[in-house]
């Protein structure tokens, strides 16, 4: 088979992604929103939830610690807790495996668990993983593989084996952030994504290098496959994670401030022994196509390229003379033009 280049054809088809929609990158959560979830989920806040929305707000808290998208936290309903009690009060994990995620594109990756990790202590005294896992059980969370971790509830008590969509969490978590701080420009911007991203953006900030946040990013084009899959090679990474948030707790290291305020108190020593990039991973925030805001426009146009079809003479007149009672007691409604121009569609069916 011969297989031919044609520059015109390469030439039409840059033009044309260039006229795609843009990307819409969502911003990370401040240090605020983190803690505000935080208290949600302890039941420290200052209005009253419900036992759904403190559910809510612990599956957020856990995907941004988690640093998972969201459709690998809601894979993650084999969630099991791993705590022991310390000097400083208990401290632990949460850990799942999932198999389906974004970047298993291959046969061999999806044979294969990723694991999961999220530490129970978060910027709080108080470790909100542990009160959300007693929380889960007490609502009668299913938790189980093949079982989504945020699903609806439904009337009597108990949740459905529906998951909630990307764009419909993503108005729970504004919703929940509104009612402690108030409605504001930066509540409005966020987005699911926006919860991968927070600790991935801090630890740019905190200067932790490249390979170790592809780690906690599992993103395994920038340190291999194995590294990723691996659930041991994640000690070091982790450690790295809790003595940055570590740091934001005790007011440290402030990632929500200038370049120039990150570290009131002096800059920390990392003993990495390589160079430190504070670039954000390309794949981390500008890589991941904004789930929860579908582009319904190009969908519809296309619809009416390919569905163009029209009526028999005068019927789209009759339709759109206005609401009127016939004889026989049919109605006749007026349509917006809107509608009148998407007639074709609708009436192909009984027009024949």
Known sequence: MKVSISGRIEGVAKTRYLEKRKVVQKPALTVLHVKTLERIVLGKAAETYSGFDRHCAGFFCFTVYARARFSDSQASANIMLDVTEGDDGPCGFLEASITRSKTSYSLERKTRYLPIVAPVNGLLDEPWGIAWHKLMAELGVVLREGQPLLSSPVTGGGFSFLPISAEHAARILRDLLRRELGDSADIRKLGTHSLKRTLL?????????????????????????????????????????????????????????????????????????????????????????????????????????????????????????????????????????AMLRRLPIHVSLCDS
């Open 201 to 337: 953006s801090w630890l740019a900030k905190y200067g932790a290098e490249q390979g170790l946040r592809a780690v906690l990013g599992y993103h395994s084009s920038h340190c291999g496959t194995e590294l990723v899959y691996a659930r041991d090679n994640l000690s070091k990474p982790l450690r790295v994670l809790g003595e940055m948030t570590n740091a934001v707790a005790v007011d440290k290291f402030r990632p929500d401030s200038t370049r120039s305020g990150y570290f009131p108190r002096g800059r920390p020593a990392i003993d990495d022994g390589e160079p430190l990039d504070q670039d954000e991973l390309e794949s981390s925030s500008s890589g991941s196509e904004d789930e929860e805001a579908p582009d319904h426009d190009e969908v519809e146009k296309a619809c009416d390229d390919i569905a163009h079809w029209e009526p028999r003479p005068g019927l789209r007149e009759s339709i759109g003379r206005g609401m009127s009672f016939t004889e026989s007691g049919d109605v006749r409604v007026q349509l917006s033009d």
